[in-house]
């Protein structure tokens, strides 16, 4: 009763600019593609990972997440192409790091609300 109350005093204008503003919010496409990213737990624990150590190599996060080194370069791949990580070649290893840039500092600050890690990645 209360609900039918309250939407009954929204008023026309209030509607159609709420209606407008989420149609043409790119933000929230943004962060729709980030929480599909961050939907799966192993993406989660990978990019926890990453955010304690810097970087990692595909070896030791397959290790350290009991997951095989493809397993781990699928997630990897995945957030590579929504460039939430890099790699880096050093050598004859690769390492992945946490990426700068709009998408990975709001999948950070989730992280942070869960993990209570405050540091903000930068690119090496």
Same mark, same amino acid.
């Given at each position: 009763m209360k609900n039918r109350q309250i939407c009954k005093k929204l008023d026309q204008?209030? +509607?159609n600019q709420l209606s407008e503003d989420i149609k043409n919010n790119s933000e929230l496409k943004i962060a729709s593609e980030i929480f599909a990213i961050l939907g799966? @737990?192993?993406r989660l624990r990978i990019?926890?990972? @990453?955010? =304690?150590t810097g970087q990692c190599c595909v070896h030791? @996060?397959? #290790?350290i997440l009991d997951m095989s080194m493809s397993n781990v370069?699928?997630?990897l791949r995945k957030m590579r192409d929504r460039q939430i990580v890099k790699k880096k070649r050093q050598c004859r290893n +690769?390492?992945?790091h946490i990426a700068? #840039? =709009? =998408?990975?500092?709001?999948a950070c600050r989730i992280i942070q609300q869960f993990f209570g890690?405050?540091?903000t990645p930068t690119d090496s």
């Open positions: 204008l209030l +509607i799966n @737990l192993s990019l926890y990972i @990453l955010s =304690e030791h @996060l397959a #290790g370069s699928h997630h +690769i390492f992945y700068s #840039g =709009e =998408e990975t500092n709001i890690n405050d540091e």
